[in-house]
């Protein structure tokens, strides 16, 4: 099975800062890989589909890159309401592995 | 509008079997999957499994075959997770969510708290 690996597990940032998180698959997904936010006690949102294609009503501070292996998520510009963990997940096919996730931290 | 509705929260003794359901509307459910997650109590998104609401074919994740059974039912639009010989590992918030075909999950219902304890 393909292995997903997100980084880091969590960060630290304060209003206003460029944020990146990683996601790298042990195999090539082509752009089949979704990011996701969730909320403390919330159901996740999901932000991004197809790598780089931003969900209807999203902020457009969310990007997302990359294609193959590589894949980033990007806040160009954090906000206190993006306080959140945020997940990767492949889906070229079964399993539709999540990455482990990144707790995002207001500074 | 597309929603899914789960089943309410549940408390099951070990070794005994859950049955979830999510009932869908907004969209022609025949045409599209249902894939669920699960999420323990601080921890993160585990992917469970998905099914084909058009023809019932069903893929579930490698640790948890020969214990889950995945179904839908067009005549309902609801799609049904049954998980068996319950543990206290098993504890968590319990998920489904909308799949088409090779697109990414996208409405979730609101999550079943399933508690396993004695």
């Known amino acids: 099975d393909i292995q997903v690996t997100q980084s880091p597990s969590s960060l630290s940032a304060s209003v206003g800062d460029r944020v990146t998180i990683t996601c790298r698959a042990s195999?090539?997904?082509?752009?089949?890989l979704a990011w996701y936010q969730q909320k403390p006690g919330k159901v996740p949102n999901l932000l991004i589909y197809?790598?780089?294609t931003l969900q209807s009503g999203v902020p457009s501070r969310f990007s997302g890159s990359g294609s193959g292996t590589d894949f980033t998520l990007t806040i160009s510009s954090l906000q206190p309401e993006d306080v959140a963990t945020y997940y990767c997940?492949?889906?070229?096919?079964?399993?539709?592995?999540f990455g482990g996730g990144t707790k995002v931290e207001m500074k | 509008q597309v929603q899914l509705v789960q089943s309410g929260a549940e408390v099951k003794k070990p070794g005994a079997s859950v049955k979830v359901s999510c009932k869908a509307s907004?969209?022609?459910?025949?045409?599209?999957?249902v894939t669920w997650a699960r999420q323990a109590p601080g921890q993160g998104l585990e992917w469970m499994g998905w099914?084909?609401?058009?023809?019932?074919?069903?893929h579930s994740a490698q640790n948890l075959q020969g214990r889950v059974t995945l179904t839908a039912d067009t005549s309902t639009n609801t799609a049904y997770m049954e998980l068996r010989s319950l543990t206290s590992d098993d504890t968590a918030v319990y998920y489904c969510?909308?799949?088409?075909?090779?697109?990414?999950?996208?409405?979730w219902g609101q999550g079943t708290l399933v508690t396993v304890s004695s």
């Open positions: 907004g969209y022609t459910f025949s045409t599209d999957g």
């Open positions: 099914i084909s609401a058009y023809n019932g074919n069903a």
């Open positions: 969510a909308r799949k088409g075909t090779q697109l990414a999950p996208d409405y």
């Open positions: 197809a790598a780089s």
């Open positions: 195999q090539g997904i082509g752009n089949y």
């Open positions: 997940q492949k889906y070229d096919g079964v399993p539709l592995t």
